[in-house]
């Protein structure tokens, strides 16, 4: 079963704007991650948030991760067209599978 | 190659046929992982492998699904006798201790038609 749930399903905003997508989880991590696809393909890993972490930042990402609610953010700033995109976040226990959310699937309009 | 790479692209097979999928992960990961992704869904764990040690193969679905990774490198997927709900596209990924295994590469994935 998943174990991430990503908020909203669906996301659409104006180029230069800025997305903010949530991501809730059930069970103790030791991280959580987030990833991208693009056109239903592979993923690329964006941003890595330890336990002991509470922000974490990587050029116009910004991650946040509050273990008592069990919850995640990703915030895009300024916004373009190439971050179209479908965002997960997964969360992990080192060298072991990763449990992915259903993911958001962000359209930037130009 | 620099990535992880995945054949064929694409496969279209009709229903109760064996299909095999190919995963050459980056040179020197031991880490290796099959996801499977359904149409508009997140990614489903179905098996891991590292090192030597015997693979964690909770995520596998049914006794038609099977891998194997020989000498430590590239791993084959095999579903036996297709039905139409094997349909999803399978990415195959892997990872290493110098990224702390947490990143995982992925491949760009080989979208499984069954017809």
């Known amino acids: 079963s998943q174990q991430g749930e990503e908020d909203p399903q669906a996301l659409s905003i104006q180029e230069g704007e800025n997305a903010t997508m949530n991501c809730s989880y059930k069970?103790?991590?030791?991280?959580l991650q987030w990833y991208r696809q693009n056109s239903g393909r592979g993923l690329v890993h964006l941003i890595l948030?330890?336990?002991?972490?509470r922000e974490k930042h990587s050029g116009r990402l910004r991650v946040t991760l509050d273990t008592s609610k069990k919850s995640s953010s990703l915030l895009i700033t300024a916004s373009r067209a190439a971050d179209t995109a479908s965002y997960f976040c997964?969360?992990?226990?080192?060298?072991?599978?990763?449990?992915f959310g259903q993911g958001t699937r962000l359209t930037i309009n130009p | 190659g620099a990535g992880v790479s995945q054949s064929p692209s694409n496969k279209v097979t009709e229903k109760g046929k064996d299909v095999e999928l190919r995963c050459d992960p980056i040179?020197?990961?031991?880490?290796l992982y099959w996801y499977r992704q359904s149409l508009g869904q997140g990614l489903e764990f179905l098996i891991y492998?590292?090192?030597?040690?015997?693979?964690?193969k909770s995520g596998l679905p049914s006794d038609r699904f099977s891998a194997e990774r020989t000498g430590g490198s590239v791993s084959t997927l095999t579903i036996q006798r297709t039905q139409q709900e094997d349909s999803a596209v399978y990415l195959c990924?892997?990872?290493?201790?110098?990224?702390?295994?947490?990143?995982?590469?992925f491949g760009p994935g080989t979208r499984l038609t069954v017809l």
């Open positions: 990924a892997s990872s290493s201790r110098t990224s702390d295994w947490n990143e995982q590469f």
């Open positions: 069970t103790s991590i030791n991280n």
């Open positions: 948030i330890r336990s002991n972490e």
């Open positions: 997964a969360t992990g226990q080192g060298a072991q599978k990763l449990v």
């Open positions: 040179s020197g990961h031991t880490a």
């Open positions: 492998f590292q090192g030597n040690s015997a693979p964690d």
